[in-house]
């Protein structure tokens, strides 16, 4: 356990469903992010927040929608996705977004868009 | 050019041997550097850090450092079957990114 949870592990939506993806972090740290992992591609970083505030978004599509509510938590929330969105959802956590920022990951979820 | 290089293998050893794992990175800042390993359907592991030139040895994995040269490898002596996964090598660049590369996949053969 690297005490980082993500909830749920493993969700199967529609196109026209809502849906959201919560991680929670117990490290103390103050920086979070999003990553989406697809079948043999690499990491994509999705989103940065560091003290709640959102400091990076890599062009990710409005139909992925972040929320911050505080240090320990991190949310994605999902709209109208598409079938090329089914991908690992990796949560992560650092001390901060500056020095030597190691991450350590969540378990993921794993999203399948049918 | 990609900005964080791996050769995407499979690479695969017998058991007892040394694995060696190899990345290039394009910014010339760049400080940090990290190994991560992800097993199969698992999120990535953190194994290793480095961020002055040379070698950093921790337990059977040694991360070794040239900044001049802009590659970095990991090291796994005595190889096992346990050591079969995806070592993800990450870079945090002078522009305070963190970018991961595509991964090699490892392969210890018993």
Avoid at chain 1, 83 to 98: F, H, I
Wanted: net charge neutral; glycine share 6%.
């Amino acid at each position: 356990e690297t005490g980082v949870t993500q909830t749920p592990r493993h969700l199967v939506m529609g196109m026209t469903n809502k849906k959201s993806l919560k991680c929670e972090q117990h490290l103390g740290h103050n920086a979070m992010y999003w990553y989406k992992q697809s079948a043999k591609k690499p990491l994509e970083l999705m989103f940065v927040y560091n003290f709640k505030e959102q400091t990076e978004n890599n062009s990710v599509p409005s139909r992925f929608s972040p929320e911050c509510p505080n240090s320990s938590h991190l949310f994605l929330h999902l709209h109208t996705l598409q079938p090329e969105d089914s991908a690992l959802y990796l949560c992560a956590s650092s001390q901060n977004t500056g020095g030597a920022y190691e991450q350590y990951f969540g378990p993921g979820t794993r999203l399948t868009v049918t | 050019q990609k900005e964080v290089e791996q050769n995407s293998g499979p690479l695969s050893v017998p058991e007892g041997a040394i694995a060696s794992l190899n990345c290039t990175y394009s910014d010339r800042g760049s400080q940090s550097f990290f190994w991560y390993r992800q097993y199969s359907g698992k999120s990535p592991e953190l194994i290793m850090s480095i961020y002055s030139n040379g070698d950093k040895e921790d337990g059977r994995f040694t991360a070794q450092l040239n900044k001049a040269s802009q590659y970095v490898s990991l090291l796994i002596r005595d190889s096992q079957p346990s050591d079969s996964a995806t070592y993800l090598c990450a870079v945090k660049t002078s522009y305070d990114k963190v970018i991961f590369g595509p991964g090699t996949s490892l392969s210890v053969i018993p």
